[in-house]
Structures are given as C-alpha cells and as structure tokens.
C-alpha cells in the first residue's frame, strides 16, 4: 500500500520513485509516475474545433487594429488559458503585453501556459497579485520561479519539459483558448516565420502545437511582409487574427546568461572532462550524433569537442541544436552537414537557419513528444546537460535550488535524457553548497536514464552501464565512484548540508515526459 | 581546545575580516565586538542558511571557545564559506579586535597535506593564487600545476596582508592540492619575516621571496626558517630589479636552501625603464644573466609570468622561447595556462626519439665495456648522454614514454 498524505493542497500519493505528488493538480486528476515507460494511455489525441473559410476574409487579410482587439474578437474571458512562447528568451515583449491587455478587458483568473518564462517577465507578478492571472503552467525562471516558491500563486504551478508541452496539449490535458505567437515576420493570412525580419530570433517550433490545436491563433508581428511569408513556419491557414506592433522582441536578449561560453576554469575542465570521455569511450565516431544544452560549459563542451573531431578526422551525422555560433561554426566547416535546430541560442543560428540548407528547423513534435512514433532525442548518440543536484543513484534535479526555491524551468532536459548517452556536467560544489547528494531536493530525472555524471573532479559512471565502464577503461579522464565523490565533496564542504525546511504547501507539479507527475516543489518559509 | 589567550594586556576593540556584500561567494565577512559581559552573542546571515546555517553556528561557537572569548558580539554574513575560510576569517577578526592574542585556531592538518618537500622535482608551471582570495583555492590541484603558490604579496592588498596570512596558513593545513609543491610568496623585508613566523611550519615546501636585490635578503629568510622549523623547506628568490640581475650569482648561491631562481619582468622593466614587450628583447641579457647564475649555482633558472590570459599562443611562444634559453619553468595566473607551459616545456617527440638512441647506444657501450659511445657515425660526449637520460627521465614523467620503455622495446 502506497504512502499518501493529506495537505492543504489535497491528497498526496506515492509514487513509482517514492515521492509525495498530488492526485490533484488544479482541479484536474493527475496520474502519479509509474517509471520509465510504464505509463500507457489509451484512446485518441484531441483536436481543435472546426472552422468554416467563409467565416474568414476571403481576401485572406485577417489583420485587427489592435492586440486588444484581437483577444476581445477570440473571446478572451474568465478562466481561459493563454499560451505563449519563449524564442526570445530573455527578450520577449509579448506575453507581457497580452496580459496588459487582458487586465484592461477586465479578465480574470486566467491560466498562462507559457513555453517557459524568463525574468523579463517580472511585471506578470502583479497580473498574479490583482487576480488576473491564476497561475503559471510552464518553466519558471528567476522571480517567478521564486514568487511560486513562496507560496504565492493562488493556482499550482505545473512544469513541464518541451516535449510535455506538446504532450499535455495533444492529449487534451491542457486545453490552449488562445495562443499567442510573435512573430519577427508574417503576412496578413497569417503565416509566420522566426528566420528573418528585423526583430529574427530563428525558428517558432514552441508555438507549433498551439498553433494546431488552439480554439483561437493570434499572430502578433513588427514586420508584416506581402503574401506569401516564406519561408512558413507557422501555417496561416491555423491563424484567426494577425497584429501589427511595433516590436515584438529584442532578439540581442535572445543571448542570456545560460548562452555564453564559461570562462571559468573549473567549468572548462568539466567540459574538457566530457569532450575527452566522448573520445575516449569511442561514442567520438564516423557519423556520431551529439546535442549540448544551453548552459557555459556544455557550450564550452562543442568547442573542445570540435578540435577533438579534426584531431580524429571525424565529421558527425547530425548534430541538435538549440543552435548558437560553435555549432554554425561546424556546419559551414564541413564538420557536420545537419543542424537539426530546437532553438537559436544566438543571431549567428539566426543567420545560419536563414542562410544554410544544411540547418533545419524542428519543433518539440519532431524532436521531443514521448506520445508520438518516435523522436529525434532517442536518436542522438551523446547528450551534455546541467543540473542543480544529483544523487548517489544518479537521480537529478534541475529546477530547484538545495534551499527548496524553485528557480529554473525544466526546457527539453527530461526529454534529452532518452539520448544514447545521457551526461550531466555540473560542479561538484557550488559556493559551499554539494552537487551530489544523497537524494536531490526535486526528482526531475530517474537515475536509470542519466549514464554519466561529470564533474571538475573526475567523472562517475552510472553502474547499470556497464558497457559505458568498460568503454571507459583507460580514459585519460579520472572515473570516481559516486559515493566516494560524495564523501570527498562533504569532508570539504564541512559535512553533508542539511535538508531545506519546506512548508506543507504544494507549490508547483513537476510532470515526467508522459504527462504523469514525477515529483512536487513545496514552498518555502522567507 | 584550551583556553589559553591572553587578553588583559591587550587592547580591545571592535574589528573586522574578510570581504563585505550581496557579492561575496566562497567567503566571509566577520565584525567581532569584544564585551565585558553577555557571553557570546553570534548574528548569523548566510546564502547557504538553510543547508549549513546550523554548521556554520556550531563552528563560530567552537572558534570563541577555541580562541578563549568569553564575552563578544559576533555578526557573520557569510557567501558560502568552506569552513576553513570562515575559522580564518573569525580568528583575524579576533586578533585584529583582541591586541596581544596568542590563541591560534588551527584546522585539523588533513593527511593529504603532510607531504614532505623535495628539493629535486620538475617546476615547470607555478600557479598563482591570490592570498586572500579562498575561491581560486580549492580546486587549484584539479589543474595540475607543478606547483601552486599562495599569494601574499602583490595579489593582497596592505590592508589585508594579516587575514591573508593567516587564510594562506588554513588553506595550506586543508586544502589538497594533489601533489603540487605547496609554495608561499611572501612580502619583501620585515613583514615577510612575519609571513614566515605564522607559515614556517605548516607544511609549506617552498618560499618564494619578493624583489630580491642581495644574497643578505635571502640569507635572512633562511635564518628565520632555521628559528622556525626543522622541515625542509626550499626558497626561490625572485630578482626583480637590475641591481637584483647584477647579484644574481651570489643570490643563486645564497644558501642551501636555494633550489631555483627566477625572474619578474613586470618590475625589471619598470626598473630599466622601458616597455615590456612580447619578443622580449629588453630583458634577454636579465634572463640570460638570471639562467646562468642559477646553472653556476646548480640551482634550476624560472621565467616570469606570461600576462594575457587569452593568448595561449604567444604564452606558447614565449614558453619556447624561455626553454630555448634554459629556463626550467615560468609562471602561471590562469589555470588554463598550466597545460600549454607544461606541453612547451616538455620535450617534443624529436627530442625524446633522439635522447632514447643515445641512451640506448650508452647502454650498449656499457654492456660491452666501452669507455666512447657512438650512434651511427658520431661519437657522443658524456654531457650529451646526460643530457638524453634527463630527458628520458623528463618524458617517462609526462607520461610521453613507458617507464619500462628499454624492456618493452617500444
């Protein structure tokens, strides 16, 4: 018999990974985690409601005067969900007006659904304070992530990867009332595209699902350009409205501090680690495929893997974005032909998907939805990742702090996790505070799907891959066991830290791959 | 711990140590107030609070009681300090705020830091690490210098050359640096006499002396060490000034003690007048003066630092060039230059092929009771035979050749 436990927040159940989750999130019934692939729902995705072409300009001009108008006409009330996306990252203008706006039509209790938040979107802290928006349904980075974490919200946050979002929404767990899309440029029928334009910021593959299956698609754009926009990201023919304004996005933020190359010493030892271990184990390979997050140092990573393949003479099959200079780099060197490209990281993939055949644009439905035929993640040979802790059984948390505060967004991480080899490079320690624990604050990953932790140390072979230990013997890099790393780590450390007291309340869900909950964030005290 | 200190004959006032601000990671700041009554009050604010607020609480207490404080306020604003920073941090607070105390709070020596020095080892690298900066500490070993050397002098400014010390002092009981010699700038004249006072005897392998102009500055150094410590512990006095280069050779042959001499160009040329420039023309005769002073000495001769960080191809360079003089070693202020110095100080692949075939005839003229040794045509002198076994040995070190190299016939 499972463990449960009442809470103000309802009934919390045990699950598959021996954690406390909520059977409810938000009025909705949640399914606990039952492991890796252990989940298996029936029946048929959802689909959006039909639409008649005579209810549409004929002309195909579908533009309003006004983002107001335009929500006003989709018919934008209490309670509706809001989608909106981040390939601007940092620079977004969007989501924070339509909530502008939305507080001006009077709205309230409004669910947004971000494909994550960034903290250019502090001001949706006072939507949150006046009512207009309930809660958050997407990764939250910095002061919101923070502003849930105390218990703010009056909804439960739910964080789910990429390919979640794309899952909850075709299985009909989140239904989208109105999406929202910026897009750098876009014609008057409402196709779109993110590869040019004065405000380009590459591709919109985060609000491709929305774009399908919304009841209501705006199209927001500062740079309407004559029928047809090609090349089409965004199909017009999915499109209600389109809105002109007069910037949509800073695409100079689009570089935020997760997108540049790490200078610090530790950091480029730990990517020089994982290069070398790659090369070592024998993944480095004719044809070999490899993707590295966001984050300094597997950016630094590429770098060091790059001279390692023209030391080895060895060009890669494909490579995964998020796309930034390094791997462009590559690609106009013949070192790879294909970038398959989730997300620009800089305006060099910005160029380079413009410019270059060879750099494909893909959506989390390509890459990342674990309910569909496939995906390209299972695909990739190597994978480098960050995380905010690990676990003695490799077990790994990216969207809280060790204090219990919730400050990243989860992004395409657990869905990365699929890959051939699954590597998570993070420091042994962080201002005092130990990496590897023995168990992480947050179960965001189950440690049967992370094959590699790498620290400035040495690196730590999950057990269950045996063929990993083997492959490694040799290595010029240091292999530690994990319990032993734990041990070095604690003695300088000054012991093994205390557990972060945490309050009752649960503050935010955090969703496995497959729509069930794998873990919950509580909140914590000022 | 007992209570020894000795407070009545000192003055007391409320003092401070270490760095202050919303910014500060991997360290401390302290503000101690000595009282006549109240016991010990401690006021702690910290980034890690609820993970080691309470480790953090237990130690300060530990610390009065270990430095004989009865009566204090103690305010701590913590950015993630290890805990051998913080206890240097709460004991320079105390001696700055309790005149004349003699209470010392030692961390435990970890077993990693007992290595004896060596007078023989290769300096190829030597990492600086700023004396007052614990962050660059920690994980200096990962980026296997040669050698890492604890900052006291230019790095630290004179404010904080007592909390420095006594930081260098913890760092050199607790930190693991995985088997680099373990060395301590220390500042010229009578306040490095006072940086070997608190160091001299805590495992330290290597001194190196500031702007040293005679052979009388460094016998100095070596006549407190003797007062302080029976442990070997060497010196490299760095030559900074071209009255410094006009007594090199005596300075190299200072003392015992000696086992290198080295050069800073940054002062030389501020000293001569002119700019420093790469090619390094300005100061070829200073290091070619400073090279063979240290070879008359028998002592091994060390380049200056090379100073931009991103240029690891004129660091290469001018490492080649230093080697192609007869340096041994040259400074490093970045991690990230340790590996380019050691590789441009290692023999290359010729070098090592060449070293083995005379080694190898050398060898063979033995087994056969040869007093000349010859490869093909050429007869080889012995200085050239000891030379090919120096870099043989130099190459088997670096992990270029098999230590069974001759057996496995490789």
Known sequence: ?526 | MSDTATTETGERRAAEAGPRGERVRSDCWIGLTPELSGGVVLEVSSTVESTYGRSIRALCEQGARALGIEHARIRVEDGGALPFVLMARLEAAARRALGGLEARWLPECAQACREPARRERRRRSRLYLPGDQPKYMTNAGLHVPDAVILDLEDSVPPGAKDTARILVRNALRQVDFRGAERTVRINPGSLGLTDIDELADENVHLILIPKVESAEEVRAVDARLRERTESAVYLMPIIESSRGVMCASEIAAACERVVAVTIGLEDYTADVGVPRTEEGRESLWARSMIVNAARAAGVQAIDSVFSDVADTVGLRRSVLEAKALGFEGAGCIHPRQVRVVHEAFDPTPEEVLRARQIVCAFREASEHGLAVVSLGSKMIDPPVVERALKTVAQAVESGLLAADWEESGD
């Open chain 1, 1 to 526: 018999m499972a463990a449960t436990e009442m809470t103000t927040s309802g009934e919390l159940v045990e699950n598959a990974a021996g954690r406390l989750v909520p059977a409810r999130i938000n009025e909705r019934e949640s399914v606990p985690y039952c492991g890796v692939g252990a989940h298996l729902p029936r029946g048929n995705k959802v689909g959006p409601p039909i639409r008649r072409a005579s209810d549409y300009p004929a002309s195909g001009d579908k533009r309003v005067g006004s983002l107001r108008e335009a929500l006003e006409r989709c018919g934008l009330r209490d309670g509706m969900t809001i989608g909106t996306h981040h390939h601007f990252r940092n620079g977004d203008l969007v989501a924070n007006a339509v909530f502008e706006q939305a507080a001006a039509l009077g709205c309230e209790d409004l669910r947004w659904f971000p494909s994550a938040s960034f903290p250019c979107h502090e001001p949706q802290i006072a939507h949150l304070e006046s009512g207009v928006i309930h809660h958050i349904e997407g990764s939250m980075n910095g002061p919101l992530g923070d502003y849930c974490s105390r218990g703010k919200m009056r909804g439960m946050g739910v964080l789910r990867s990429h390919g979640g979002r794309w899952q909850a929404i075709g299985d009909g767990e989140v239904h989208v009332d109105v999406a929202v899309i910026a897009a750098p440029a876009a014609d008057c029928f409402g196709n779109a595209t993110g590869d040019r334009g004065p405000s380009a910021c590459g591709l919109l593959g985060f609000a491709l699902a929305d774009s399908l299956y919304a009841d209501h698609v705006i199209v927001v754009t500062d740079h309407l350009v004559p029928f047809p926009c090609l090349p089409w990201q965004i199909q017009g023919n999915n499109v209600d409205f389109v809105v002109e304004v007069e910037k949509v996005g800073e695409p100079d933020k689009i570089v935020s501090g997760t997108t540049r190359v790490t200078s610090s010493p530790d950091r480029l030892l730990i990517a020089e680690h994982c290069a070398s271990f790659v090369r070592d184990t024998g993944i480095l390979r004719e044809g070999f495929s490899f993707q590295a997050g966001a984050g300094g140092t597997a950016l630094a990573f590429g770098i060091f893997l790059k001279e390692m393949m023209k030391e080895a003479g060895v060009t890669a099959g494909f490579v995964r974005g998020g796309s930034n200079e390094y791997l462009v780099s590559m690609l106009e060197e013949g070192l790879t032909p294909v970038i398959l490209d989730g997300q620009t990281f800089d305006l060099e993939g910005v160029r380079s998907m413009r410019e270059n055949p060879g750099h494909q644009n893909t959506s989390p439905f390509t890459s990342y939805n674990f309910h569909g035929k496939g995906n390209f993640a299972s695909m990739v040979d190597v994978v480098i990742l960050g995380a905010t802790e690990v676990d003695v059984d490799f077990n790994a948390n990216v969207v809280t702090h060790t204090d219990g505060r919730l400050l990243h967004g989860i992004g395409g991480w657990q869905n990365c996790l699929f890959a051939g080899c699954t590597i998570l490079a993070v420091p042994s320690f962080r201002n005092r505070i130990p990496v590897v624990l023995d168990e992480v604050t947050t179960l965001c990953g189950p440690g049967e799907l992370i094959d590699v932790i790498a620290t400035e140390r040495g690196l730590c072979i999950n057990p269950l891959r045996t063929d990993l230990v083997e492959a490694a013997r040799g290595s010029s890099v240091p292999i530690l066991d994990i319990r032993e790393l734990k041990r070095e780590i604690d003695g300088l450390c000054g012991g093994a830290p205390d557990r972060a007291r945490t309050a009752e309340r649960v503050v935010a869900a955090i969703q496995w791959v497959d729509g069930t909950t794998i873990d919950c964030v509580r909140a914590v005290g000022e």
